[in-house]
């Protein structure tokens, strides 16, 4: 799947060549090379394993593909997902719209405020949020318990292990990525306009629909592109909330081959899911971009990226500096007209649906101190029981020491190798670099268990199943995709001019990004770090299968726990594992503002 | 320039952490356990390995999440990650068939007691562990009493005992098949051979009262003390093991599906001999004996009971009172191949495959 920049990402598509000034071979290719060889090595070569496999190592045959499509079985399971993921994006964009419209109509603090709400989700794991609402829509859960209290039900409601579960779970996930693209697009619409057309006469819902919806067009159509493909290939949220009914497409890919060990069909199977998300995204580019303004297509690649890296690192950033007053607030674009009226009702749906959100982070805490025995809220007595257990376990304390080494390797060579690739890409100019921006960040469109079923075949024959080697390799693969972009919309705001002159000056090349570059970008770099140790810490896809009974991660040893018993250890380990992301998101902020502080001289003047 | 050189520190670091954490395993000194996770694993830890450690220095690594597939799918990838695993003896027979698991060196680990164990349980790939039995257990909340369920047909029967079932599901270790029929109305003495395509149109009707078909067996005693059911199939001695601690739960001896489970050897297991010694320390009189008085499981080495109270004896499932309400599992039936060369516990994946998705 090819990604190409947009209007929105001017440095990296395709910008003059600015730092060209200084004679010598081109350091291009040297910086572009880890990442490169990296995506090759381990993310084209093994999907095209899987490609070959799927039509027969020795002999060419499309026997595989044949016994898919006979297989009745497979084939409703496959339209089932499909509709799934449908009717997910359809939910997540009557919920995420108002949303985007409130925060579009709040005030500066507010705005930002709302903006961390929906972000923060997207930085606690994604297993952590999913058994939050196990315990939610338990038959002893806060749903029925507080329903029985109110008198509305005798019996509790059989709510978990249904669609209905999988629903909620599954919009909870994705809602942030329908909200951060529409925002996007909305704060760019000039509201004037709407007022323009009240003043022609027409009533609110008139001017909204006629003229503020297809406006923002483009967001809906890129947040709706992007939460359909990021469904389609979900797999943990189906798995532990649904039933036996809502088996999904790539449920099935696991179950070939994990349990059956059948290959070819498993490689069959990951290549329809992955032909048939392709062709849906470029049937619906097609049909629906040319209404409007640039490809959905790019448009959802690039801001999956952002709403994940960039624009999350953004929001904090501003509301740390609003909290600390250190910074003068310098939001980019043109002064807006903030629309003069609202409509209550979808104010009144986008903040209940933002509260849902949070609510399932939050009831981990007094769930995990829990004195019973069993999922109970809300708890009768408290204690630290859990806690205890937690860090007795040696299975428990042994993933987690393993998580931490992994993630922290990933940190360290991700940051490097997604840096140097972003300054090839912001700063370099060569032929194809549209495709080469493309490749690298194709690893977050392409559905992780495709992925992870294409590595599992390729280090099951190095070896390398079940080590901490590969475990970091393929966790690179997400992370560096974050580091180039954090990093490289960073360095599209320094401005090239004092590159040169630093090379003016006689300074090397090298010595210019060390003396000038990296201290004006040092913050992006932190928190492309700690990006990087996130993907790492918090992934569970790849972990379940290259993980070994000697080598498993934190997130493997909670997928195994809750799957076998929904003790309360789970909770606590939830609350911690949330707890962590808080501290090192705090600790980012601190270490930027540091960072920012001591560049403070000329630092405000450089950045445009 | 200092902090050029701390970075250069950490990623040097970096790079022999992640060069030498690999090589760090090169001793053999361990052997990898693959058993049923849950508070029955817990007490092997206890009972099993950790007197095993000690004895013999041998470290112990735990793994869960067994089943028939999982040791084929292994085994096939040329990736045999564990050195010992229970298996039920359906999924042993036909592991045994196909070439999927290691023979057991009876002769050099075994010296002169192997006539201590039940000679049933004693088969040229896997020796037994304990007999263990599946019994319909239920939450005393949702029924105090004195109308407790006691028999499949109660299970099954959902306007006399409202609520959600949890049982297994058919891809896991024990299909509910046996249970089923008997729900169903077919006599214990006409069990086998199972009627399949009978025993799954009585799985379809309960099908919409089952909060969840479980694939552990940590599972249905979960879900039954949470209330995610109220009444389902559960292993004795896990049931057991929550009403001692005082959870609202308990249990019929009527119609237990009684069974053993085997220790078996993958194919091509990295530490045979180390799983030997381990396979041949779980079977002895006094380790079985201590395992005993955790869970309620009859041990396969005669022996053990010279170490067991009278008193504890009578509440084991092997105990002749317990014994005759039970039913006991054919794994003949289940390993048997019909003409299309495809064994009953194959043939039941297909049938469960295709059931679970209607």
């Known amino acids: 799947m090819q990604a190409s920049g947009t209007s929105s990402n001017g440095a990296l598509a395709g910008s003059p060549a600015t730092a060209g000034a200084k004679p010598g071979p081109s350091p291009v290719p040297l910086l572009l090379a880890p990442a490169l060889i990296l995506l090759l090595g381990v993310f084209i070569v093994p999907l095209l394993g899987v490609l070959f496999e799927s039509v027969g190592r020795a002999e060419f045959t499309v026997g595989h593909y044949i016994e898919v499509f006979d297989n009745e079985v497979l084939m409703r399971v496959l339209v089932r997902t499909i509709v799934l993921s449908l009717v997910v994006t359809a939910i997540c964009l009557l919920l995420g719209y108002p949303i985007a419209w409130v925060m ?11 903006a961390l709400l929906i ?36 019996a509790p409601l059989t709510l978990l292990y249904t669609r209905f579960s999988v629903y909620i779970g599954m919009v909870h996930i994705m809602l942030p990525f329908m909200v951060l693209p529409l925002f996007a697009v909305m704060r760019r619409i000039d509201t004037s306009l709407l007022s323009g057309a009240w003043s022609l006469g027409a009533n609110r819902p008139m001017a909204f629909f006629f003229v503020f919806l297809p406006l923002s067009m483009p967001g809906i159509l890129a947040g709706s592109l992007l939460v359909f493909i990021l469904s389609i290939g979900f797999f943990v949220t189906p798995a532990l909330l649904g039933g036996l009914g809502d088996t999904t497409f790539v449920m099935l890919i696991e179950r070939q081959v994990n349990r059956l060990g059948n290959w070819p069909l498993a490689a069959a199977m990951s290549v329809i899911l992955l032909v048939a998300t392709l062709v849906l995204v470029i049937v619906y580019n097609r049909v629906l971009s040319s209404r409007v303004d640039g490809s959905a297509l790019s448009t959802a690649v690039w801001v999956r990226l952002m709403s994940l890296a960039a624009f999350g690192s953004f929001l904090v950033e501003r509301i740390v500096d609003t909290l600390a007053s250190a910074v003068p607030r310098t939001l980019r674009g043109g002064p807006r007209q903030r629309p003069p009226s609202t409509f209550p009702f979808a104010a009144i749906v986008a903040w209940a649906t933002i509260l849902l959100m949070i609510f399932p982070i939050a009831i981990l805490y007094p769930l995990s101190f829990s004195d019973a025995p069993y999922l109970q809220f809300p708890p009768a007595e408290y204690s630290t029981r859990w806690y205890e257990n937690y860090f007795a376990r040696r299975d428990w304390v042994r993933p987690t020491i393993i998580s931490f080494e992994v993630g922290f390797i990933v940190m360290i060579f991700g940051t490097v190798i997604g840096t140097a690739a972003a300054v090839a890409l912001a700063r370099g100019s060569f032929a194809g670099k549209k495709l080469v921006l493309g490749l690298l960040l194709s690893p977050i469109i392409v559905p992780t268990i495709i992925s992870a079923v294409a590595l599992y075949y390729v280090f099951a024959t190095l070896g390398l199943v079940g080590t901490r080697t590969g475990l970091v390799l393929a966790h690179l693969i997400l992370a560096v995709p974050f580091v180039i972009v954090v990093v490289a919309s960073a360095l599209e705001r320094v401005d090239p001019a004092l590159e040169q002159a630093a090379g003016t000056l006689g300074a090397t090349r090298f010595t210019t990004f060390r003396k000038v570059t990296l201290p004006l970008i040092r913050p992006a770099v932190i928190t492309a770090a700690l990006f990087a140790f996130l993907a790492s810490f918090d992934e569970v896809v790849i972990a379940i299968f290259l993980s070994g009974v000697r080598i498993k991660t ?27 992301t808080v501290v090192l998101i705090i600790l980012a902020e601190v270490l930027r503002a540091r960072a920012s502080r001591r560049g403070a001289a000329g630092h405000d003047q450089f950045v445009k | 320039m200092k902090r050029l050189r701390i970075t ?31 508070s029955f694993q817990d007490d092997q830890r206890k009972a099993i390995f950790d007197p095993f450690v000690e004895e013999t ?7 869960t999440g067994i089943s028939l597939s999982k040791v084929r799918a292994m085994v096939e990838s040329g990736n045999t990650e564990w050195d010992v695993s229970g298996m039920v003896p359906g999924d042993l027979l036909v592991l045994a068939r196909d070439g999927l698991v290691e023979k057991l060196d009876y002769e050099n680990y075994f010296k002169g007691w192997l006539g201590d164990i039940v000679p049933e349980v004693v088969h040229p790939y896997g020796i037994g562990n304990f007999f263990y039995t599946k019994v319909i257990a239920f939450n005393t909340e949702a029924f105090p009493g004195p109308e407790r369920p006691d028999s499949w047909q109660d299970v099954w029967n959902v306007e006399k005992f409202p609520g959600p079932r949890a049982i297994d599901a058919g ?40 909060a969840k078909f479980t694939t552990s067996s940590a599972m249905a005693p979960q879900m039954l003390v949470d209330g995610e059911a109220v009444v389902g199939a559960s292993t004795l001695g896990r ?42 320390f779980a079977t002895r009189p006094e380790i079985q004996a201590a395992m005993v008085e955790l869970q309620l499981l009859g041990p396969v080495n005669l022996k053990a009971f010279d170490h067991l ?39 039941n994946q297909q049938m469960w495959d295709r059931w679970s998705i209607e």
């Open chain 2, 239 to 280: 049931t057991v093991r929550r009403k001692n601690e005082g959870a609202p739960i308990d249990f019929s001896w009527n119609q237990g599906l009684i069974q053993f489970d085997y220790w078996i050897i993958p194919k091509n297991a990295p530490n045979y001999e180390n799983a030997m010694k381990f396979i041949e």
């Open chain 1, 119 to 154: 972000v923060l989700p997207l930085w606690t794991s994604l297993l952590v949020r999913t058994y939050a609402w196990m315990v939610i829509l338990g038959r002893k859960g806060l749903v029925n318990e507080t329903l029985i209290t109110l008198g509305a039900i005798d």
């Open chain 2, 171 to 210: 891809d896991w270790v024990v299909p509910p098949l046996e249970y089923a029929l008997l729900a169903d109305g077919v006599a214990v003495e006409d069990l086998y051979p199972l009627d399949m395509e009978r025993a799954y149109a009585s799985l379809a009707k309960i099908r919409p009262n089952v």
């Open chain 2, 309 to 347: 109270s009278a008193e504890r004896a009578e509440k084991l499932p092997s105990f002749p009172a317990n014994l005759e309400k039970q039913v006991f599992l054919s794994a003949d039936f289940w390993a048997a191949v019909g003409d299309d060369g495809v064994s009953n516990v194959e043939k």
């Open chain 2, 8 to 38: 250069s520190a950490f990623v040097a670091a970096a790079l022999v952490f992640a060069a030498g954490t690999d090589l760090a395993r090169a001793d053999e000194g361990h052997v990898v356990v693959a058993s049923w996770g849950g």
């Open chain 2, 57 to 63: 220095g041998i470290e112990i690594i735990e793994a």
């Open chain 1, 104 to 114: 579009l109509l709040s005030s500066g603090w507010m705005q930002r405020f709302i």
């Open chain 1, 554 to 580: 934190l997130p493997k040893r909670m997928w195994d726990g809750i799957r076998e018993e929904i003790d309360p250890t789970t909770a606590a380990v939830a609350a911690l594992l949330v707890t962590l």
